[in-house]
């Protein structure tokens, strides 16, 4: 198990309290806090080696090069991946976008569909359908059960008449916490369409649980460095290098092409051909720094401290009056965020009350509007788990919760 | 008081657990347009009547948060009455209030210069904007003559908070 | 003028000898050493407040909003534009790539002509090249005189027939040094067509050149983080906000959104239209306190300082035998950046030779190949100057190059 | 001897102040390539003469560093009279050291040998391949068939270094 208490010590942010109190972040899953070894490696490279990748001659730009790539290649080692796949790009956001742009613009052609999730977040759902108006694809969607799962039996269907060529998934999902049986649903697409694609988003899931992607056999994979105790300004595309190969160069200019004359370019190898102009160096750095923590603690003891800390959440929460908790029952199923609402109380109300005593939860649709709708929801309140929390982190978000509702509870009439 | 406590002054909680022009209809509208917040997942149907150029009334229905709901409860008690470019004088008046900009017309505003605290709290501006911007487009629509029902998606008009 | 011996002290880089020898940082052009009082910024952000942006209502998060909006804020005022339209990317890659895909992708339209010049860095090139073939343009490039401005009269001829509706120019060039007349050149291409788009590359100038974009009168200006003396990772496209009401959306995902329905997609206003996901915030935090750093010294002293040091490497570097300045005579019409070749000596070896002995040049083709082919040679030293430099690190520099002709000089045959 | 001093030993420094087999053209060629290296500017025009199975001779010409002139200099000598297979074999060798391995046939590659500290300076690297990967691309084009004269851009055929 994770020893909580040494662990809450390497984050500077946890040091400081909130009016007295302690610092209850609930909010990892929007951005974890940073280890303190990360911030030491992002000084060492600004501080000691500034300069700029790939083309110095002189020793400070060789280490440049040096921690850019050796980040590079932690990332690949963390997810089980090849290092020629791994493009780095600033967020997750952008990652989802060189697929859409790189390979579903460039691929697909009317008469073809794409299947996504009625879960997705918007990062992994409108890139897509920007591509599929402007290609003129068809959009399928994978329903959800009443708990909160992807509904497989529907999924088989949507893709059984073989069209289905591009195939966009979460990992693990925001809002409802739900992890979801990619490999199944990449292997039920392929079996419909064996050249399908099937790209994952892998922003809630890289951070929580061990994933070997060579073992889920999926052709992309992204990511975002400040979910993974990393900096802002970094995530990647995590991919079958045959897939890069094949895609479209997508941002343009220095540093992707291998030759320009006034006539034309010629593009750069993979990764580096989707990699234009300076990179995030000091965030790659960072970010190698992030993935060798989360590797030190092990993931499976990330994982199995989650689990036992999201049960004990869950069932406070279930067990609290008012509160209807979203997805699915069991931990076994789901990972670190967990959504609910308050009957009668809007979930602005709730954060805010809740943040005023150092409390901090996300509250909104999570930039998942179509999951919201089928929710019937408007907006939920969420929680979310790291390394850092402990049960002591339950009772100050019950106490404020209970004081929210007795704050603006309504007239039963309006209620 | 705590700067949430000042957010949340009894006045405020008074127009949100009693909203004054809470309705789903208003009698003879004249506009009505929909207005959400999707950031928050604020949701606001507003309708306005008027006659001889002024607002003879004014009724809001929807979801969110106590600010979103309160503010537009209290706007509703502000406006009613008022020659509409005087009402649209007003909405400027508090827009610039949200915005941290002291508020001239005091006594017009009423009940709604209690929101001044909210200009503290970034994310919260947009709702206690939503009803005002739906008043405003509300009338304009009315004034272009655009037929009563137009619907618009929009978070806050030309306000360029977020 | 500055207290280059006080600055010094403020670059933690510049602490760190190499080899015993003081380190003679020769690369700002590449990018620039970032001053302590950037580091502390983001330190602060990482260490006691981190958070994401724009939807928490906790009092972390709207402190994390305030930062990253501030940073928006310090380089609107910084450069003279509206906050309005500043869009924060990247780098100014990115910030290129915006303008191609956003504008000239979306309005441009065959027949259409697109100008720009030889000198351009790939950055402010391939992207606008890349959107011709896509819509059918046509490229025209002006050409440059014997010392390396900008040939204004065959600009005029270029755009005469008026069908240039959009040229991408840099402000100062990154290789030559030449600062261009971008105010000349943008009435020049408006005077044959009112509506074109004037689109600048102001990487190389605004760290450099006081930079009123008010009084420029362009459309939009790209710069550059981590040449600006702050972070990597963070870049910008400054523009008019109509501009930007025009342009087609190009990364699309969560925050840049207004609603999202499983039938599409609103948009959010500008300039958060432009920026898909989470956002680079630590970086932008540290931008504001780098552009903060500038202004505090006055970029008139910063000018004045580079031309007064740029006079005197120059002079030194044109009196030493077998080197070649390229680029304008004049510091009045040059920047920070001064390139050179060695006779008889590839620019690698120089770049070795100095970088052993603690000098750091940057040597290559600077992502100028087609300016390379006009200066014909395949690649150039580059010797660039910013506020920490003295006439101290002239000699290290011509004492490397004598040592590496002496290295490398060949029999007179194959020179 | 410093690190630089190491990778610019005199072994190296005089197969690039003399180089061996630098020629504009080869008598009887059978196959000629170009190659580039465009993040340095090195270009390279590499011949080969093909004759039972064995390399028969090899020419080099172009631009670049000291560092990719001798080295494809010291190569040329390494490589001359031996079976094309065992060529490609030893290119692979080379390729190999240029990622840090340790080289199995120090004999075979005889002065190309000195150019194994050049692994410690990554950006080099690239430099000391171009030769080497120039003459692996012109022997599989002369296998395949394809012509005498095949022209490519390329930095270094399917090495991942930049
Ligand atoms: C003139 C010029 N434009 C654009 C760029 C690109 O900047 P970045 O690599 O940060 O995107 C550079 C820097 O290399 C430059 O010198
Ligand atoms: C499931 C999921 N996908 C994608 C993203 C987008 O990540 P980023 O904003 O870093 O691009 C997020 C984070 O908000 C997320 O939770």
Redesign the pocket.
């Known amino acids: 198990m994770l020893d909580v208490a040494a662990l809450r010590r390497e984050f500077p942010t946890l040091q400081h309290g909130v009016g007295g109190r302690r610092l209850v972040y609930l909010d990892a899953a929007a951005s974890a806090q940073t280890p303190r070894v990360v911030l030491d490696a992002m000084e060492r490279y600004y501080g000691a080696g500034r300069s700029n990748v790939h083309r110095g001659v002189y020793p400070l730009a060789e280490a440049a090069t040096a921690g850019y790539e050796g980040g590079r290649a932690a990332l690949a080692r963390f997810l089980g991946a090849d290092p020629r796949g791994v493009v780095l790009t600033k967020n997750a956001t952008e990652a989802c976008n060189l697929v859409a742009y790189g390979h579903v613009r460039r691929h697909l052609r009317p008469g073809d569909a794409i299947l996504s999730t009625v879960m997705e977040h918007h990062a992994n759902m409108v890139p897509f359908w920007h591509a599929a108006e402007a290609n003129g694809l068809e959009l399928r969607h994978v329903p959800i059960t009443e708990d909160g799962r992807l509904d497989l039996g529907a999924a088989r269907e949507l893709v059984a008449d073989g069209r289905v060529r591009f195939a966009a998934v979460t990992h693990v999902s925001n809002v409802l916490g739900t992890i979801n049986p990619v490999a199944e649903l990449a292997a039920l697409v392929r079996a419909a369409r064996p050249d399908a694609v099937v790209h994952v988003d892998g922003a809630q899931a890289a951070p929580h649980i061990p994933v070997d992607l060579a073992a889920l056999d999926v052709d992309s994979y992204a990511v975002t460095g400040h979910k993974l105790c990393g900096p802002t300004g970094i995530g990647a595309l995590v991919a079958r290098p045959e897939l890069l190969e094949g895609m479209e160069p997508f941002l343009t200019?220095?540093?992707m092409i291998r030759d320009v004359t006034l006539e034309g370019a010629t593009w750069n190898d993979v990764p580096h051909r989707f990699e234009a102009?300076?990179p995030p160096i000091a965030e790659a750095i960072g970010l190698g720094a992030a993935v060798g923590f989360l590797e030190d603690l092990g993931m499976d003891a990330v994982r199995a401290h989650e689990v036992e800390l999201g049960a004990v959440f869950l069932s406070g929460l279930r067990d609290a009056p008012g509160i209807e908790v979203h997805g699915p029952e069991d931990m076994a199923d789901r990972g670190a965020a967990i959504s609910f609402t308050v009957e009668g109380v809007h979930p602005h109300d709730i954060g805010a009350v809740l943040g005023d005593r150092g409390v901090c939860v996300r509250v909104g649709h999570h930039c998942c509007k179509p999951l919201m709708r089928e929710l019937g929801a408007t907006a939920t309140v969420r929680a979310s788990l790291h390394v850092h929390n402990d049960v002591d982190d339950l009772e100050p978000l019950l106490e404020g919760i209970a004081a929210a509702r007795a704050m603006f509870a309504r007239p039963a009439v309006s209620a | 008081m705590s700067e949430l406590e000042q957010l949340y002054q009894e006045l405020i909680l008074d127009h949100y657990r009693s909203p004054r022009n809470r309705a789903p209809g208003l009698r003879g509208e004249d506009a009505h347009v929909h207005h959400s917040n999707p950031l928050c997942g604020d949701e606001m149907d507003l309708r306005v009547r008027i006659r001889d150029g002024r607002l003879d009334g004014v009724a809001f229905d929807g979801e969110g948060c106590s600010i979103s709901q309160a503010s537009a409860s209290a706007m509703t008690e502000a406006v009613t009455g008022r020659p509409v470019e005087d009402v649209l004088g007003l909405v400027e008046e508090f827009r610039r209030m949200m915005h941290g900009e002291d508020p001239a017309r005091d006594d017009d505003l009423s009940d709604a210069l209690a929101f001044r605290g909210v200009a503290r709290f970034p994310v919260r501006v947009k709702c206690a904007l939503l009803g005002w911007m739906a008043l405003r487009d509300a009338i304009e629509t009315f004034q272009r003559g655009a037929g009563t029902h137009a619907v618009t998606h929009d978070d806050g008009g030309d306000d360029d908070d977020r």
Chains 1, 3 share one sequence.
Do not use: V
Request: net charge negative; hydrophobic share 0%.
């Open positions: 200019g220095g540093e102009g300076t």
